[in-house]
C-alpha cells in the first residue's frame, strides 16, 4: 500500500508540499498522531507517519519514538491498537527485538480470528513485527466460509452483509495467503463503482467515500482488474470534489479534516496513477 501510496504526489504535484503541512500539523504535543478530537492516538499515529512517508517526507522521529514507548509493550491496549503500535514502530524502522516479540505476542493472544478486519490488521502487524501469523490456513478457511454467493465479504458471520472496505480485505489476505478470490469479487467492486465518481462502501450506500474508493482500487488492483478510463476519470473528479486545498474529506457530507482520509486519497490518488 505505501509503496503505491508514494506515487500520489506525481498528481498532486504542487499541491503535495500543502498536504505535508497538513499532516505535520496532525502532530500533537506528545508526538502521537491526532484524532479528530486533537488527541494523540495510535491509530491516526499510524496515518500521519504512512501520509508522510507517502509523500517522501522526513519522519518526525525523535517527537514519534518518545510517544510510542511510553505505549511500551502495548499491555492494555486492544488488538486494533497493539497492531497499530506495531505499524508505527515499522514506520520508524522496527522496535527492538523484546519489544517487538512482547508485542507480538500480545496481537495474537487478541486476535480470535472471527473478523476480517481486525485479522487483516493482525496478519499485517505480525509482518510487520518480523513474525510468521499462526494458522494460516485456518484463516484463510475462515474468510472463505464469509463469502458471500454475489462474491462479496462481510466482516463477520454475524453480519451477512458484503461492504467493500471488509471484501477488499479480504482481496488482501487471500493474496498473501496464495489463494486467489473468488472471480465473482472483482466484478462486485467494480459495481460498487458510481457514475458520479469515487466508489460505495455496499450496494445501499447513497454516497461514495474515500475509504471505499482506496480500498476497491487496492484489491483490484492486486486482482489485475482493469478500471477503463470512464472509471479512473470519475474517481479523479471524485478526489477533486474532496480536496480542501490542504487535505481531503472522507465524503461529501464530512468537514472534518484527519490523517486517515488524508492518507486513503493519497492511496487512491496512486493507484490512479498507474491505471
Not at 496532525?26 to 486533537?38: C, L, M, N, V, Y
Not at 491496549?77 to 516479540?101: F, Q, S, T, V
Not at 485456518?138 to 472463505?144: G, H
Not at 467494480?190 to 447513497?206: S, Y
Request: aromatic share 8%.
Amino acid at each position: 500500500m505505501l509503496q503505491v501510496a508514494r506515487l500520489a504526489p506525481d498528481l498532486l504535484q504542487q499541491a503535495a508540499e500543502r498536504v505535508a503541512e497538513f499532516l505535520r500539523g496532525q502532530i500533537a504535543e506528545d508526538g502521537g498522531g491526532k484524532d479528530r478530537a486533537g488527541k494523540s492516538d495510535l491509530y491516526y499515529t499510524v496515518f500521519l507517519l504512512e501520509g508522510l512517508i507517502a509523500l517522501r517526507e522526513e519522519l518526525p522521529v525523535d517527537r514519534a519514538r518518545p510517544f510510542l514507548e511510553r505505549h511500551e509493550d502495548g499491555e492494555g491496549l486492544d488488538l486494533i491498537h497493539l497492531c497499530c503500535l506495531a505499524r508505527c514502530w515499522a514506520a520508524l524502522g522496527g522496535a527492538e527485538p523484546d519489544r517487538a516479540r512482547a508485542i507480538g505476542e500480545r496481537i495474537e493472544a487478541a486476535w480470535t480470528r472471527d473478523s476480517i478486519y481486525e485479522s487483516f490488521l493482525a496478519y499485517g502487524a505480525c509482518q510487520d513485527l518480523g513474525r510468521s501469523p499462526t494458522e494460516p490456513d485456518a484463516l484463510a478457511r475462515f474468510i472463505a466460509s464469509l463469502r458471500l454467493e454475489d462474491g462479496s465479504f462481510p466482516d463477520r458471520a454475524s453480519i451477512p452483509v458484503g461492504m467493500t472496505p471488509t471484501t477488499a480485505a479480504a482481496v488482501a489476505l487471500l493474496h498473501q495467503l496464495g489463494e486467489p478470490p473468488p472471480a465473482e469479487t472483482g466484478a462486485w467492486l467494480l459495481a460498487r463503482a458510481r457514475p458520479e465518481g469515487g466508489f460505495a462502501a455496499g450496494k445501499d450506500a447513497p454516497i461514495p467515500d474515500v475509504l471505499s474508493t482506496a480500498t476497491a482500487l487496492h484489491a483490484l488492483a492486486a486482482m489485475k482488474v482493469p478500471l477503463g478510463a470512464s472509471i479512473k476519470e470519475a474517481s479523479l473528479d471524485f478526489l477533486d470534489t474532496l480536496w480542501t486545498g490542504t487535505s481531503f474529506v472522507g465524503n461529501w457530507t464530512d468537514d472534518e479534516l484527519d490523517s486517515e482520509y488524508t492518507y486513503y486519497a493519497l492511496l487512491s490518488l496512486g493507484h490512479l496513477s498507474l491505471a
